[in-house]
Nanobody, 115 residues
Framework: QVQLVESGGGLVQPGGSLRLSCATS????????MGWYRQAPGKQRELVAS???????NYVDSVKGRFTISGDFAKNTMYLQMNSLNPEDTAVYYC?????????WGQGTQVTVSS
């Protein structure tokens, strides 16, 4: 049994910062790629950023220059540093891990950007 657990969400004012973490527990798995997704009310879930075990990163245009993804594949953990947050970043953020056999999702953490 493998679980992904996100943490670090919360309420922040516009222009503020948050750091999300994603940790795995349970059986040891070999992860190829990890990613952060988000889903705002009434919208589809979208990929925010991803990182491969080789260190290649990818970002959606709306967060480039503001968010930074990092990961420790030896520990199967991942982080998302979010700076200069704005209300449009408000969403539930999910982490995803891709292995050879299946994908794993976390339960999500709420990020609310509001004054």
């Amino acid at each position: 049994q493998v679980q992904l657990v996100e943490s670090g969400g919360g309420l922040v004012q516009p222009g503020g910062s948050l750091r999300l973490s994603c940790a795995t527990s349970g059986s040891r798995i070999s992860i190829y790629t990890m990613g952060w997704y988000r889903q705002a009310p009434g919208k589809q879930r979208e990929l925010v950023a991803s990182i491969t075990s080789g260190g290649t990163t990818n970002y959606v245009d709306s967060v480039k220059g503001r968010f930074t993804i990092s990961g420790d594949f030896a520990k199967n953990t991942m982080y998302l540093q979010m700076n200069s947050l704005n209300p449009e970043d408000t969403a539930v953020y999910y982490c995803k891990a891709i292995t050879a056999s299946r994908n794993y999702w976390g339960q999500g953490t709420q990020v609310t950007v509001s004054s």
